[in-house]
């Protein structure tokens, strides 16, 4: 089965900042990575699919990049309602895996 | 609107059996593929189990696989989880989670709330 590793598993940042979030995959996905976002006791949101559509209603300072298997997920300028747990997720086939997930908050 | 919303969860006996319930409401259940995902106590999100649309493709993870049955009822606009041989690692949050049906297999798009289910004697 493909593994999904991310880095790195947590960050703190400014407001404003630019944040950068990478995952990889063991084996090529094409584009079948989508990325989520899930805030503190929250249920997770779908923010990015075919590792650069951005979801409806996601802020456009959310983008995403890549192919085959490094992909990243970039938050132009980091906001306080940005603190969450971010994962990628493959879908090219099954299973569907998820990475370990990168934890971000304010500095 | 759409709206999944779970239920069945609760506290189980290792060995024991449960069955989890995912009801959907606000578009046609039969047009999307379903998974469930479960999240443990402060760890990551776990992809658990697939079922396509008429019910006639199923995946599961290896870590549930041979214990866990995943299958849907159109017509009730419901789909299902059935866990058997329950062990102390399968306690997490589950959560189903629509396809997002684009064709193909693809990211999920809406959520449940999530039902908690508890493995312990």
């Known amino acids: 089965d493909i593994q999904m590793t991310q880095s790195p598993s947590s960050l703190s940042a400014s407001v404003g900042d630019r944040v950068t979030i990478t995952c990889r995959a063991s084996?090529?996905?094409?584009?079948?990575l989508a990325w989520y976002q899930q805030k503190p006791g929250k249920v997770p949101k779908l923010l990015i699919y075919?590792?650069?559509t951005l979801h409806s209603g996601v802020p456009s300072r959310f983008s995403g990049s890549g192919s085959g298997t490094d992909f990243t997920l970039t938050i132009s300028s980091l906001q306080p309602e940005d603190v969450a747990t971010y994962y990628c997720?493959?879908?090219?086939?099954?299973?569907?895996?998820f990475g370990p997930g990168t934890k971000v908050d304010i500095k | 609107e759409v709206q999944l919303v779970e239920s069945g969860g609760g506290l189980v006996q290792p060995g024991g059996s449960l069955r989890l319930s995912c009801a959907a409401s606000?578009?046609?259940?039969?047009?999307?593929?379903m998974n469930w995902v479960r999240q443990a106590p402060g760890k990551g999100l776990e992809w658990v189990s697939y079922?396509?649309?008429?019910?006639?493709?199923?995946y599961y993870a290896d870590s549930v696989k041979g214990r866990f049955t995943i299958s849907r009822d159109n017509a009730k606009n419901s789909l299902y989880l059935q866990m058997n041989s329950l062990r102390a690692e399968d306690t997490a949050v589950y959560y189903c989670?629509?396809?997002?049906?684009?064709?193909?297999?693809?990211?999920?798009?809406?959520w449940g709330q999530g039902t908690l289910v508890t493995v312990s004697s």
């Open positions: 989670a629509r396809d997002g049906g684009r064709g193909g297999y693809d990211s999920l798009d809406y």
């Open positions: 997720q493959k879908y090219n086939s099954a299973p569907f895996t």
């Open positions: 606000g578009f046609t259940l039969s047009s999307y593929e």
């Open positions: 075919t590792a650069s």
């Open positions: 084996q090529g996905i094409n584009n079948f």
């Open positions: 079922i396509s649309r008429s019910g006639g493709t199923k």
